[in-house]
């Protein structure tokens, strides 16, 4: 296993710079999930530490070792693609021991290392078949065993389930973790996927345009969120988002006639953006409610209803429980959980007060 750690590691395509240097330290053993847009550099990044791009500026070290100008053979890790990238006309042994047999490796520690491989991800009866012969789940699971059967001291995933469907999805979310936890290599996972990211990793890393907007263990970037991108980023549904003013005394904002006495550390009257998780909307009675809207829409998940309607001009999404009868049109008494709010300036977009870090 080996630590990866990155100082001010830059990535231009001539003028144009993607990569803003990155400071980022990835431990021993660690999982470590690279999540956000399309575009924001994740996969570049990725392959970057794989040595598959140049660097532009900055250091690159896996273990003790600066690794800028080595070789991607010579890095010592093994990188699982979004293609499985798969010999359609070798078994799925031969497929999973080709690297070792083109690095000259004995045939029969092959054997025993593809063997191994097979066992831990539990494709043992399939090592006689052909790709064309398995499902896109298990051509996943045999693309991890080429990886695995090299024995490197970190495993990068770039975007590995991204070609399967719901179902498989969450079955090799769980292998992939479950795998983790077997081996303990350091890895670096790159997703789009939030839940993909927040499930699995043990710190959740979010960019935008070549930029770290904020790292941090999955319930903190949830409960503590930087900024308005990480804020709307992170959680399904999003963090419901309203416009309103800091009072003059600071002791709360308002919202389109609505009070909520909490302290804010701002200017007096200053614009900001109050976000709300949907379980941070509460139903009550009238007596206690901050407002009464009506339901527009809803939808009942089974664990859940989420219903949609309007709070201060912007349509909201609130978690109700499955047992709360809901109807479209019936009248909503709404309170906001103080303990669960976040305030974000409304010009830079930076976190004002953290529910988790205020009350």
Do not use: W
């Not at 930029?211 to 900024?227: D, F, H, S, V």
Request: charged share 25%.
């Amino acid at each position: 296993m080996a630590t990866i750690t990155l100082e001010k590691v830059a990535k231009s395509y001539g003028a144009v710079q993607t990569i803003h240097g990155i400071d980022l330290a990835i431990e021993d053993g660690e999982f470590v999930a690279l999540v956000g847009p399309s575009g924001c550099g994740k996969s570049t990044l990725l392959r970057m530490i794989a040595g598959l791009e140049e660097i532009s500026g900055g250091l690159l070290s896996i273990g003790d070792k600066v690794v800028n100008a080595v070789e991607p053979r010579d890095r010592d890790v093994a990188m699982v693609f979004q293609d499985y990238a798969l010999y359609p006309h070798m078994t799925v042994a031969q497929n999973i021991g080709f690297g070792l047999k083109m690095r000259k490796t004995d045939a029969a520690d092959i054997a025993n290392r593809v063997a191994e491989a097979a066992q831990i991800l539990q494709i043992e009866p399939l090592l006689d078949r052909r790709p064309g012969q398995l499902s896109g789940g298990q051509r996943q699971r045999v693309a991890m065993g080429r990886a695995i059967v090299r024995r490197p001291s970190a495993f990068l995933f770039d975007e590995p389930l991204s070609n399967l469907d719901a179902k498989l999805r969450v079955e090799m979310r769980t292998e992939i973790k479950r795998l983790h936890g077997l081996l303990g290599r350091t890895t670096v996972y790159v997703t789009h996927d939030q839940v993909e990211a927040l499930t699995l990793a043990d710190r959740v890393v979010i960019l935008k345009e070549g930029r770290i907007m904020q790292e941090g263990r999955p319930l903190t970037l949830y409960e503590e969120p930087a900024n308005l991108f990480v804020a709307e980023f992170i959680g399904s549904p999003q963090m419901n988002m309203f416009s309103g003013t800091v009072e003059a005394d600071g002791g709360g904002v308002q919202l389109d006639g609505i009070r909520l006495a909490i302290p804010v550390r701002a200017t007096p009257g200053a614009p900001v953006r109050l976000g709300a998780r949907p379980e941070a909307i509460m139903l009550t009675s009238a007596e206690q409610a901050d407002l009464t809207t009506r339901v527009e829409v809803f939808e009942p998940l089974g664990s859940d209803t989420m219903v949609s309607c309007k709070i201060a001009g912007t349509m909201a999404v609130v978690r109700l429980s499955p047992e709360v009868p809901v109807a479209r049109g019936m009248d909503l008494h709404l309170r906001f959980d103080r303990r669960k709010l976040h305030v974000f300036d409304a010009k830079t977009g930076n976190r004002i007060r953290s529910a988790a870090s205020e009350t």
